[in-house]
């Protein structure tokens, strides 16, 4: 046990005054002459000691009362477990600052983190001296105490919001391990926080409280700096159609508006890029929204000419948060993908269906398609030169000479994609097992599998492949027991599964040679009328035929797996033609400064890892006329700017059965730090006591008095 003024206990010593006066104003009794004197002497004594306690009773309350005022005003604090200390100790103390994009939150023309820094400074001049102070925030790096006092106060003046950040709890919990270390007996952890649900994410729970549990004694306090109702507009994450296109094909630009706070009304407009950097506005839309709703956001853009462009989607005006108010994007058009399909004779009629769903003839018609379709004989593909096509998708192929399969192979090993459907043709299987043909299957044939009752169908477990993408907004409504398998080719030891039939043998496989890959349907995709069907997987509204066509030869050619837009702090990564032999590079970041690039030897690629600022990034080298005009984009991620906050059931069971305070006023971290280092006061608990002991006095007194 603490006191505040421990010299107030001096007044203890008035307890003598009750006392005198029950001494001077003691009761003596009257004399009453009776005949029957031993009665009246028997019932002298039996007052007397009546009178003698009740006097008693009367003393021990009114120096109770004395003694317990006197032990009130000095403002005893009790503290019933951890380490007794005083306010002017030194204690071990990290600041905690979390600075993630959406502290820029502006309210009373002041940012989250603008009150959060000023909150902390003069938080810093109320610890003691020789305090041992930490300043942390939730960019990358190390925690360590600072030198001084004054160097925290320049960490906390110079903090600023940061893309790239860790979670706000494993900044806590290094906080804590520092904290842990120090050998000051008092430690104690400020956060400092908007209490953003994001913040907080409840699977870090069990870790947070190990972390505490290690660091016994420890006061924590969250000082709330959020702001109970925000008012916001945001743009949720940005989809593209694809980040590479064919100049043949539109680009759908989607997002979504959402508001947090009272409806009301805002126009999104699309900006695209010119070879300046110039914004040219291209369309917008208006929206409505109530509190709380999202509305889809979609803009389409067609006749973009060959070469990158970027753009941006942004709110029109201005509102509290400003950081996501806009999404950037970067796209790449290339010349239609050439594709050699190669089929059986008749080829036209074998290949007519998959090149019906890859070039569809009346986009074809229009010069709409994404792929240019060329259909070849299988007995002519020996005096194809490969080169000029993007990729090569055999149909049902029969037995090859050992040299076509050894230029396939080098020419998926050089960077190209090789697609081989199996069919009634791979015979006999013997000729499918060779060394050289193995190099491109992902097993060896085994045998046909029949399942004539049509039970057997499509079934992917799993949409995370490139392929099967365009899958993810139609999951639960895909009718793949629509499009039944009824032979199809099993495998032995198969490896690189993408879809599974529903038996479990796979029906896609995926095997990578070299810088390229070969992709195997056991089943085929193509057939001659009139001939009993491997499948009915083309047949019909084969809608997801289509889409599984089309995303296994965007795979193919590699127009799915280039990305071109990035969250911040992730490395961007640009690939080169292998024919370019320039070694540096010019990089611009967004507001215009300018650095030079090295290329990584090995990989041909460019790896940028300072992507912290969202934003559009060009990399050039050479003139406009022959040179290289490459760029990409970040955007911030979505829950990085979300405000909806947490509440403290939410909280209580983040920190589970170690004691935290919420506190966001000066007077309430004043108030708590008090009672976290010296205990809890008993000062209003014992104004009660003497307030009931001396109603008791006042009731004992008039009635012994008036007896």
């Given at each position: 046990?603490?006191?505040v003024n ?8 008035l ?5 005198v ?6 009761r ?16 002298h004594?039996?007052n007397?000691?009546?009178?003698r306690?009740?006097?008693?009773l009367?003393?021990?309350l009114?120096?109770g009362a004395?003694a ?5 005003l000095?403002r005893?604090s009790l503290?019933?477990?951890?380490v007794l ?5 030194p204690v071990?103390a990290?600041?905690?600052f979390?600075?993630?994009p959406?502290?820029?939150?502006r309210?009373d023309?002041?940012t989250r983190?603008q009150a ?11 610890l003691?001296r020789?305090s041992q102070?930490?300043v942390?925030?939730?960019?990358l ?5 600072q ?13 600023e919001?940061v893309?790239n950040?860790q979670?706000?709890p494993g ?8 904290l842990g270390e120090?050998?000051?007996?008092r ?5 400092f926080s908007?209490?953003a ?7 870090s729970?069990a ?10 004694g420890?006061?924590?306090?969250v000082?709330d700096v959020?702001v109970?109702k925000?008012?916001?507009y945001a743009?949720?994450e ?8 064919s100049?043949r094909s539109?680009?759908?630009?989607q997002?979504e ?8 009304e805002r126009?999104v407009?699309?900006q695209l ?12 839309r208006s929206y409505?929204?109530?509190s709380?709703e999202s509305q889809?956001?979609?803009f389409?853009?067609?006749?973009l000419?060959?070469g ?15 950081c ?8 790449e058009v ?5 594709i050699l399909?190669a089929?059986?004779?008749p080829a ?10 890859l070039a569809?003839?009346v986009?074809?018609k229009?010069?709409?398609?994404r792929?240019?379709?060329r259909i070849v004989n299988?007995?002519?593909l020996?005096r194809?030169s490969?080169d000029d096509?993007?990729a ?6 029969g037995?090859?000479?050992?040299a076509?399969?050894?230029?396939l192979?080098?020419y998926?090993s050089d960077g ?5 459907f ?6 006999p299987?013997?000729?499918f097992?060779t ?6 299957l992902p097993g060896?044939l085994r045998?046909q599998?029949r ?8 079934a992917p477990r799993a ?6 993408s365009?899958?993810?907004s139609h999951?639960g409504?895909?009718?793949w027991?629509a499009f ?6 099993e495998?032995e030891k ?9 038996d479990?043998r ?10 390229g890959?070969?992709l195997?349907m056991t ?8 001939r ?17 066509a089309n995303?296994?030869?965007s795979y193919?050619?590699?127009?799915s797996?280039?990305q071109?837009n990035?969250?911040a702090?992730?490395t961007?990564?640009?690939r080169?033609d292998?024919r370019d032999?320039?070694?540096t590079y010019l990089l611009?970041v967004p507001g215009?400064l300018?650095?030079p690039?090295?290329v990584?030897?090995k990989?041909?690629v ?6 912290d ?8 080298a050479?003139g406009?006329a022959?040179g290289?005009d490459?760029g990409?984009?970040v955007n ?8 909806e906050r947490?509440?403290?059931?939410e909280?209580?069971?983040l920190?589970?059965p170690?004691d ?5 006023t000066?007077n309430q971290?004043e108030r708590d730090?008090s009672r ?8 209003a608990?014992l104004?009660?006591?003497v307030?009931g002991?001396l109603?008791?006095e006042?009731?004992a007194?008039n009635r012994?008095?008036?007896?």
């Amino acid at each position: 046990m603490t006191f505040v003024n421990p010299l107030l206990l001096a007044g203890t010593a008035l307890v003598v005054l009750p006392i005198v006066l029950h001494l001077i104003m003691r009761r003596r009794p009257r004399l009453l002459e009776f005949p029957a004197l031993r009665f009246i002497q028997r019932r002298h004594d039996a007052n007397r000691r009546r009178l003698r306690l009740r006097h008693l009773l009367l003393l021990l309350l009114r120096a109770g009362a004395i003694a317990l005022l006197a032990f009130a005003l000095a403002r005893p604090s009790l503290k019933l477990s951890g380490v007794l200390a005083s306010q002017e100790a030194p204690v071990a103390a990290a600041l905690v600052f979390d600075t993630a994009p959406r502290m820029e939150y502006r309210h009373d023309n002041q940012t989250r983190l603008q009150a959060s820094g000023e909150l902390g400074g003069w938080l810093l001049g109320q610890l003691p001296r020789q305090s041992q102070i930490a300043v942390l925030d939730t960019r990358l790096g190390p925690a360590v105490f600072q030198v001084d006092r004054s160097a925290a106060k320049q960490r906390i003046e110079r903090l600023e919001t940061v893309a790239n950040l860790q979670p706000l709890p494993g900044v806590v919990e290094k906080a804590l391990r520092l904290l842990g270390e120090s050998k000051l007996a008092r430690k104690e952890l400020y956060v400092f926080s908007d209490l953003a649900r994001a913040a907080w994410p409840a699977d870090s729970a069990a870790a947070l409280q190990d972390r505490i549990a290690e660091v016994p004694g420890v006061g924590i306090y969250v000082i709330d700096v959020g702001v109970e109702k925000p008012t916001n507009y945001a743009l949720g994450e940005m989809r593209l159609s694809g980040q590479v296109l064919s100049s043949r094909s539109s680009l759908r630009i989607q997002t979504e508006l959402l508001r947090t706070g009272p409806p009301g009304e805002r126009t999104v407009e699309l900006q695209l890029l010119d070879n300046q950097g110039k914004e040219q506005k291209r369309s917008e839309r208006s929206y409505r929204l109530d509190s709380g709703e999202s509305q889809q956001v979609e803009f389409r853009i067609g006749s973009l000419g060959i070469g990158t462009h970027q753009g941006l989607v942004r709110i029109v005006g201005q509102d509290a948060l400003a950081c996501d108010d806009v999404r950037f994007f970067t796209v790449e058009v290339r010349p239609a993908w050439r594709i050699l399909v190669a089929a059986p004779k008749p080829a036209q009629r074998y290949a007519l269906f998959l090149t019906e769903a890859l070039a569809p003839t009346v986009f074809r018609k229009r010069g709409q398609t994404r792929f240019d379709c060329r259909i070849v004989n299988l007995d002519q593909l020996p005096r194809q030169s490969l080169d000029d096509y993007a990729a090569v998708c055999l149909l049902d192929p029969g037995p090859l000479e050992p040299a076509v399969w050894k230029r396939l192979g080098d020419y998926a090993s050089d960077g190209h994609g090789v697609a081989v459907f199996l069919g009634r043709n791979a015979r006999p299987v013997d000729s499918f097992n060779t060394p050289l043909v193995q190099e491109l299957l992902p097993g060896k044939l085994r045998r046909q599998a029949r399942a004539p009752g049509g039970d057997v169908y499509l079934a992917p477990r799993a949409l995370a492949h490139p392929i099967l993408s365009a899958f993810r907004s139609h999951v639960g409504s895909i009718p793949w027991n629509a499009f039944p398998v009824f032979r199809y080719w099993e495998l032995e030891k198969p490896t690189g599964t993408v879809v599974a039939l529903n038996d479990g043998r796979p029906a896609l496989l995926e095997r990578p040679l070299g810088s390229g890959r070969v992709l195997t349907m056991t089943t085929p995709v193509s057939d001659l009328p009139g001939r009993k069907p491997w499948n009915l997987l083309p047949v019909g509204e084969a809608w997801p035929f289509v889409i599984l066509a089309n995303g296994l030869m965007s795979y193919l050619v590699g127009s799915s797996d280039q990305q071109l837009n990035y969250l911040a702090g992730q490395t961007a990564v640009l690939r080169l033609d292998v024919r370019d032999r320039r070694r540096t590079y010019l990089l611009t970041v967004p507001g215009g400064l300018k650095f030079p690039l090295s290329v990584d030897p090995k990989r041909h690629v460019l790896a940028i890892t300072s992507t912290d600022q969202p934003g559009n990034y060009r990399v050039q080298a050479g003139g406009r006329a022959s040179g290289v005009d490459r760029g990409f984009s970040v955007n911030l991620a979505p829950e990085q700017t979300r405000l909806e906050r947490i509440d403290r059931k939410e909280l209580a069971q983040l920190f589970g059965p170690f004691d935290y305070r919420v506190v966001r006023t000066r007077n309430q971290i004043e108030r708590d730090i008090s009672r976290g280092r010296v205990g809890r006061e008993l000062f209003a608990l014992l104004i009660l006591l003497v307030a009931g002991i001396l109603a008791l006095e006042h009731l004992a007194a008039n009635r012994f008095y008036r007896e």
